[in-house]
């Protein structure tokens, strides 16, 4: 909550000082969406600025990690790189989370797929496809 003391000055100008910190105080947050396997071929609704990490369990010291292999529409974009994260100490061979983050830009229709596999081999191990609609004012 912000108290804001006003000395002098016509109470339009209170008023209009009032309003401006309701407005700026109560721009929506983002909403954050982490997605994981069981999103797999479903669809998700979300708003213009709202961000999605889709979280895929892997294990790279196989050689087969997660990667992107089509991404088609502009209301969403990738937002920074891919990263790994191994779960279970130092140990080698542990399997971790390969996380892709995106943010949700301009209404309309994304579809996100990604697959896992050698990138020298012909056929992904497994595949991951969601398809995003932005939508505004939800």
Known sequence: IIFVELEGGSIMF??????????????????????????????VSCAPNDIIFVELEGNP?????????????NSVLQDGEPYYEKHGGPHHGRRGIFTFPYRCFEQGKSVIKLVEGRKWEDAPINSFEIIINVKVNQ
């Not at 209170?14 to 479903?42: G, M, Q, R």
């Open 14 to 43: 209170k008023l209009a000082a009032v309003l401006l910190v309701i407005f700026v105080c109560s721009e929506a947050t983002p909403k954050v969406f982490h997605l994981d396997l069981y999103a797999n071929n479903t669809q």
């Open 61 to 73: 010291t196989t050689g087969h990690t997660w990667f992107n292999y089509a991404h088609g529409g």
